[in-house]
């Protein structure tokens, strides 16, 4: 193993590359003093020049190999120590290698004048030694410290000769860190906007700068960060769905989903917008539900609101007017004044406060108003009509606009209800009596006691409803003879008599409209009459046109009226075959085109039809040219004389 001196000798002849040479120590000679002495001989001069040359020589070696450089220039005073002693102890002090050592040798050689004999090896040595402190504070950029990387250039001595190199190189170290910065900024600006694949994009250009902690770590910060705000914005898009769905179910879901974006996100300031959102839709909600009185769901959704809403207490408040509303909803004095009990505790910073106070007003009113009802009830419950009457004028007492005033008519209508149908069902059980005997006059005078009831009154519909049952036996009983003989006319097809008798029957009597069913059909059967007998006349004429037309009249005959429908059918297929032999004759006769116009008059439907379309086919054929006669070369042509 060696030991630290000879490391140091070691270092001193391997790991200085950079460095110049070691220099000599100077030699200094005093110059001999003048003094007047005899003149030895030339032997003695001799001899004592080999002595002094020699003792010269001696001494310098002595000194030389006695010099130890480390030690020597631990004790250095600067001041006074030659240049090469200088430069050699600030040789030996940078092979330390480390930030201290470097200065250290810079300031031991950097006071002499530019033209110093040594000068240019002390500039050489200096920039060697401003590189390698300079490498020290690049591993620091590279690391990401950029300020400590230019605090450690910055060491270097400002009037030192390669101050130039650490002015560039820490411009050089700013222009990078400025690059990454203004990336980073970028792709923060682009996650925040949500666009994650210029995101992306720009974070592949921090790989490319010329720093390891931009181009390795940041980049891979920026690469998690792009996957960490894809994830979350996967999770705040569910959040948003639910939210547009609408709903107290929706929304509070919404909530939930957005509540699981950390606070370091990208997505956290979207997804306290949503639960912001969210949650003024809820207190909108909620306040609905008060209007409306919805005192179960308002009860059931303050125990379900999440603490994060930062809602307590206006759910303590929601919870108090829930369960003061049920307890008034009961409807008794005693549950009226436990919701006033109850809902006093609501201070005025409320946000409910005015309506738990239109609420106290109500049911204070609402307490008068119940001890009328439950008065009311109370006589109603006697069930006789004075009974009733005293009861309908007790809850008269309860004024319009009173809260319960709706019910108190309620009340008063049954009441009224039962009156009437007390009073009125004497009457109309008469009438059935009188009815009950079917007879005409009976019947009549049973109608005229129900047309007693008025309208308005309880039972009117239902003696309405009699009278118009009574009545249709009557009106029966007068018009079926009427409506016999309307039938007898029409089953002999004597049509016009059938309707005109049938028209005795007015509208609005029983048998109205069964007879009109009835004359619907004959006037059916008149217009096919018509029109079979228009077809006739126009086949009379015997021509094409004629028949044709004819032809026509008889597809026109209802349906319905199926004695003439059938008639007019046979009677139109014979009139098409007429059109089809008159279309022959013309193509044998006149011209074909011709017999192919007559020939396509023929309606289809009609027993002709497809005859004469073969026909017209066959025509078609006889109409084309015949295709030439193609000879060929190989043919012999004879010569008649032959």
Same mark, same amino acid.
């Given at each position: 193993?060696?030991?630290?001196?000879?490391?140091?000798?070691?270092?001193?002849?391997?790991?200085?590359?950079?460095?110049?040479?070691?220099?000599?120590?100077?030699?200094?000679?005093?110059?001999?003093?003048?003094?007047?002495?005899?003149?030895?001989?030339?032997?003695?001069?001799?001899?004592?020049?080999?002595?002094?040359?020699?003792?010269?020589?001696?001494?310098?070696?002595?000194?030389?190999?006695?010099?130890?450089?480390?030690?020597?220039?631990?004790?250095?005073?600067?001041?006074?120590?030659?240049?090469?002693?200088?430069?050699?102890?600030?040789?030996?002090?940078?092979?330390?290698?480390?930030?201290?050592?470097?200065?250290?040798?810079?300031?031991?050689?950097?006071?002499?004048?530019?033209?110093?004999?040594?000068?240019?090896?002390?500039?050489?040595?200096?920039?060697?030694?401003?590189?390698?402190?300079?490498?020290?504070?690049?591993?620091?950029?590279?690391?990401?410290?950029?300020?400590?990387?230019?605090?450690?250039?910055?060491?270097?001595?400002?009037?030192?000769?390669?101050?130039?190199?650490?002015?560039?190189?820490?411009?050089?170290?700013?222009?990078?860190?400025?690059?990454?910065?203004?990336?980073?900024?970028?792709?923060?600006?682009?996650?925040?906007?949500?666009?994650?694949?210029?995101?992306?994009?720009?974070?592949?250009?921090?790989?490319?700068?010329?720093?390891?902690?931009?181009?390795?770590?940041?980049?891979?910060?920026?690469?998690?960060?792009?996957?960490?705000?894809?994830?979350?914005?996967?999770?705040?898009?569910?959040?948003?769905?639910?939210?547009?769905?609408?709903?107290?179910?929706?929304?509070?879901?919404?909530?939930?989903?957005?509540?699981?974006?950390?606070?370091?996100?990208?997505?956290?300031?979207?997804?306290?917008?949503?639960?912001?959102?969210?949650?003024?839709?809820?207190?909108?909600?909620?306040?609905?539900?008060?209007?409306?009185?919805?005192?179960?769901?308002?009860?059931?959704?303050?125990?379900?609101?999440?603490?994060?809403?930062?809602?307590?207490?206006?759910?303590?408040?929601?919870?108090?007017?829930?369960?003061?509303?049920?307890?008034?909803?009961?409807?008794?004095?005693?549950?009226?004044?436990?919701?006033?009990?109850?809902?006093?505790?609501?201070?005025?910073?409320?946000?409910?406060?005015?309506?738990?106070?239109?609420?106290?007003?109500?049911?204070?009113?609402?307490?008068?108003?119940?001890?009328?009802?439950?008065?009311?009830?109370?006589?109603?419950?006697?069930?006789?009509?004075?009974?009733?009457?005293?009861?309908?004028?007790?809850?008269?007492?309860?004024?319009?606009?009173?809260?319960?005033?709706?019910?108190?008519?309620?009340?008063?209508?049954?009441?009224?209800?039962?009156?009437?149908?007390?009073?009125?069902?004497?009457?109309?059980?008469?009438? /059935?009596?009188? %009815?009950?005997?079917?007879?005409?006059?009976? =019947? $009549? *005078? !049973?109608?005229? &006691? @129900?047309?007693?009831?008025?309208?308005?009154?309880?039972?009117?519909?239902?003696?309405?409803?009699?009278?118009?049952?009574?009545?249709?036996?009557?009106?029966?009983?007068?018009?079926?003879?009427?409506?016999?003989?309307?039938?007898?006319?029409?089953?002999?097809?004597?049509?016009?008599?059938?309707?005109?008798?049938?028209?005795?029957?007015?509208?609005?009597?029983?048998?109205?409209?069964?007879?009109?069913?009835?004359?619907?059909?004959?006037?059916?059967?008149?217009?096919?009459?018509?029109?079979?007998?228009?077809?006739?006349?126009?086949?009379?004429?015997?021509?094409?046109?004629?028949?044709?037309?004819?032809?026509?009249?008889?597809?026109?005959?209802?349906?319905?009226?199926?004695?003439?429908?059938?008639?007019? /059918?046979?009677? %139109?297929?014979?009139?098409?075959?007429?059109? =089809? $032999? *008159? !279309?022959?004759? &013309? @193509?044998?006769?006149?011209?074909?085109?011709?017999?192919?116009?007559?020939?396509?008059?023929?309606?289809?439907?009609?027993?002709?039809?497809?005859?004469?379309?073969?026909?017209?086919?066959?025509?078609?054929?006889?109409?084309?040219?015949?295709?030439?006669?193609?000879?060929?070369?190989?043919?012999?042509?004879?010569?008649?004389?032959?």
């Amino acid at each position: 193993m060696k030991t630290s001196s000879d490391q140091q000798q070691s270092s001193q002849q391997t790991a200085r590359p950079k460095s110049v040479e070691l220099v000599e120590v100077d030699k200094e000679e005093a110059p001999p003093k003048q003094r007047t002495i005899p003149l030895p001989s030339w032997h003695f001069l001799g001899l004592v020049l080999i002595l002094l040359s020699g003792g010269v020589g001696f001494a310098a070696t002595s000194i030389l190999l006695s010099f130890n450089g480390s030690s020597n220039c631990n004790a250095l005073y600067v001041p006074l120590a030659s240049a090469t002693t200088r430069l050699y102890c600030a040789q030996v002090e940078a092979e330390q290698q480390t930030l201290g050592s470097y200065l250290k040798a810079i300031r031991m050689v950097d006071g002499f004048p530019q033209d110093h004999p040594l000068r240019p090896d002390i500039d050489r040595n200096i920039e060697v030694w401003t590189s390698d402190i300079l490498e020290l504070a690049e591993v620091q950029f590279q690391e990401g410290n950029l300020d400590e990387a230019i605090a450690i250039a910055e060491e270097v001595p400002v009037r030192s000769t390669a101050r130039i190199l650490v002015e560039e190189r820490i411009e050089d170290w700013r222009l990078v860190w400025r690059d990454g910065e203004r990336i980073f900024a970028k792709l923060d600006r682009e996650i925040n906007d949500g666009d994650l694949s210029a995101a992306l994009r720009t974070a592949v250009e921090l790989s490319y700068l010329e720093n390891i902690y931009w181009s390795t770590v940041k980049y891979e910060e920026a690469r998690n960060q792009i996957q960490l705000a894809r994830k979350e914005n996967e999770e705040l898009d569910v959040a948003y769905v639910s939210h547009r769905r609408g709903g107290i179910e929706n929304w509070l879901q919404a909530i939930e989903q957005a509540s699981k974006i950390s606070e370091d996100s990208y997505a956290y300031p979207q997804a306290q917008k949503l639960i912001d959102d969210s949650r003024e839709n809820i207190i909108r909600y909620i306040e609905d539900l008060v209007d409306q009185q919805q005192w179960d769901q308002l009860m059931s959704l303050s125990d379900r609101l999440p603490g994060r809403l930062n809602l307590d207490n206006m759910v303590v408040d929601w919870k108090i007017l829930a369960q003061a509303g049920l307890s008034a909803r009961r409807g008794s004095v005693i549950d009226l004044e436990t919701a006033l009990v109850q809902i006093q505790s609501i201070q005025p910073s409320s946000s409910v406060y005015d309506q738990s106070q239109t609420l106290m007003n109500r049911w204070q009113s609402e307490i008068a108003d119940v001890t009328l009802l439950e008065q009311g009830d109370a006589i109603a419950a006697g069930g006789t009509i004075t009974d009733l009457q005293r009861a309908i004028a007790k809850l008269n007492l309860i004024e319009e606009g009173n809260p319960r005033y709706g019910e108190a008519r309620r009340k008063v209508a049954q009441w009224r209800e039962k009156i009437e149908i007390s009073e009125d069902r004497p009457t109309l059980q008469y009438a /059935r009596d009188l %009815a009950s005997s079917r007879g005409t006059n009976a =019947l $009549n *005078e !049973a109608i005229v &006691q @129900a047309r007693k009831i008025q309208p308005g009154r309880a039972l009117y519909d239902e003696a309405q409803s009699a009278i118009r049952e009574w009545q249709g036996t009557i009106e029966r009983r007068e018009d079926q003879p009427i409506y016999d003989q309307a039938i007898a006319l029409g089953n002999n097809q004597r049509y016009s008599e059938a309707i005109t008798v049938a028209n005795q029957i007015t509208a609005g009597r029983a048998l109205y409209p069964k007879m009109q069913e009835k004359v619907g059909g004959w006037r059916r059967e008149l217009t096919a009459a018509t029109k079979l007998r228009d077809a006739y006349n126009a086949a009379s004429r015997e021509t094409i046109s004629g028949l044709v037309e004819a032809i026509r009249l008889t597809q026109e005959i209802p349906s319905s009226a199926s004695a003439a429908r059938s008639e007019g /059918r046979e009677a %139109a297929n014979q009139w098409s075959y007429g059109i =089809l $032999n *008159e !279309a022959q004759r &013309q @193509a044998n006769t006149a011209s074909i085109p011709e017999a192919i116009a007559t020939a396509e008059l023929i309606p289809s439907g009609t027993a002709a039809y497809s005859s004469a379309q073969v026909q017209i086919e066959a025509w078609e054929r006889l109409m084309r040219p015949a295709p030439p006669v193609e000879t060929s070369e190989n043919d012999v042509f004879l010569d008649p004389q032959i």
